[in-house]
Structures are given as C-alpha cells and as structure tokens.
T-cell receptor, first 112, second 111 residues
Framework: DQQVKQNSPSLSVQEGRISILNCDYTNSMFDYFLWYKKYPAEGPTFLISISSIKDKNEDGRFTVFLNKSAKHLSLHIVPSQPGDSAVYFC???????????FGKGITLSVRP | NAGVTQTPKFQVLKTGQSMTLQCAQD?????MSWYRQDPGMGLRLIHY???????DQGEVPNGYNVSRSTTEDFPLRLLSAAPSQTSVYFC??????????FGPGTRLLVL
C-alpha cells in the first residue's frame, strides 16, 4: 500500500504560468514533508520542505502548501521556467531525521 | 568537497553474480541510505544507517546486504544478482537538517 501518492504522472504548463504539483499521503504519523527535483541521469536534489506545524513554506518561486486534515500537500512554482522541467518527487517522514517514503514522481514539462 | 560519490556508474551482471556498489560521502553525515528507482515506482528505500556500525532495513531489503564500518562509506552488496534487481541505485547522506544529498546513481543491468 503506497503511503505517499502522486496520482498524476505528468504535467505540462506554459512558461510563465503557475505549475501546481499535488501529493497525498495516507499515514497520519507523517509530520515532515519534502519535495525533490530530479533531472535525467542525476540524483534527486532537495527543493523545499514543510513540517506539520506549518501550512505554508515559501522559497523564491517555490511554495509548498500543507493541508493536514486532507492529508494533502502541493508544490506551486510561479512563474514556471523551462529549466524547471524535471521529475518532482514528494516525500514524507515521521520526524525530520527519519527515513523518507517517496511518491512515484511527476514529470513536469514547461513549454517555452 | 565531493559530496556523495557512487561507483561504478554503470554495471552489467549475469544472474547469480555478486557485486558491491560503493558509496562515500565527505560531509561527515551520520545518516546514509540506499534507494532504488524503477519506472513507475519512484524511489524505494533498501537499507539505511543512522551511524557507523548501525544499519536497518528499509522497504525492499531482500537480496541486499549493507555494512557501515566508517562514517564515510556505506557499500551495498548484491549476493546473487537477479534480473529483478535491474534498476538505478541511489545512495544518499544527511545530517540533522532537512535534506538528503544524493549521489549521481549507479545503473545496474542484470541479464
């Protein structure tokens, strides 16, 4: 049973528009959530995180929103740029230093 | 500062062969992990370590062994390779902060 779900396998947006990547989780013990970005033939790189005591965290063009009651988080990228085209993984853990459970990833394509 | 390094980058094995995937980090991180990435499956945790001499199983540990004799190194051993172990393997390390630093990956093909 997958505890972290990214139900949309891909997303295509126009450059300059907003990209919204969604993630759902089933384990109510998760209290720390992260987004990773991965380019082909490279390892994932950390993008942004949020703990369950917050409902929003912002870093430049990237904002993560957490809705604990719905067990849902989303990553907003505004404005989207062609260099944002990559696979984005949502991950969750029980505590900031605990092992991560990843979703399947979503492939974002930003069209020039 | 090289971060997390993995060797080899690519390997072809025959069924039943054994091999060790190497992972090293120079950031003095206590925590290290091994993941495999398969199409449509995302990243799945194989084994992890919370410090030298301490290891534990992740989500998909069968067919793999690990050891952590030093803080820097965390090798992953395939005892008897199977085609189901064809995958891309990522090693990661992290400290008390929020992030995991991943290596560039090892692509393994088992025939």
């Amino acid at each position: 049973d997958q505890q972290v779900k990214q139900n949309s396998p891909s997303l295509s947006v126009q450059e300059g528009r907003i990209s919204i990547l969604n993630c759902d989780y089933t384990n109510s013990m998760f209290d720390y959530f992260l987004w990773y970005k991965k380019y082909p033939a490279e390892g994932p790189t950390f993008l942004i995180s949020i703990s369950s005591i917050k409902d929003k965290n912002e870093d430049g063009r990237f904002t993560v929103f957490l809705n604990k009651s719905a067990k849902h988080l989303s990553l907003h990228i505004v404005p989207s740029q062609p260099g944002d085209s990559a696979v984005y993984f949502c991950a969750a853990s029980k505590g900031a230093n605990s092992k991560l459970t990843f979703g399947k990833g979503i492939t974002l394509s930003v069209r020039p | 500062n090289a971060g997390v390094t993995q060797t080899p980058k690519f390997q072809v094995l025959k069924t039943g062969q054994s091999m060790t995937l190497q992972c090293a980090q120079d950031m003095n991180h206590e925590y290290m992990s091994w993941y495999r990435q398969d199409p449509g499956m995302g990243l799945r945790l194989i084994h992890y370590s919370v410090g030298a001499g301490i290891t534990d199983q992740g989500e998909v540990p069968n067919g793999y062994n690990v050891s952590r004799s030093t803080t820097e190194d965390f090798p992953l051993r395939l005892l008897s390779a199977a085609p189901s172990q064809t995958s891309v393997y990522f090693c990661a390390s992290y400290d008390n902060q929020e992030t995991q630093y991943f290596g560039p990956g090892t692509r393994l093909l088992v025939l």
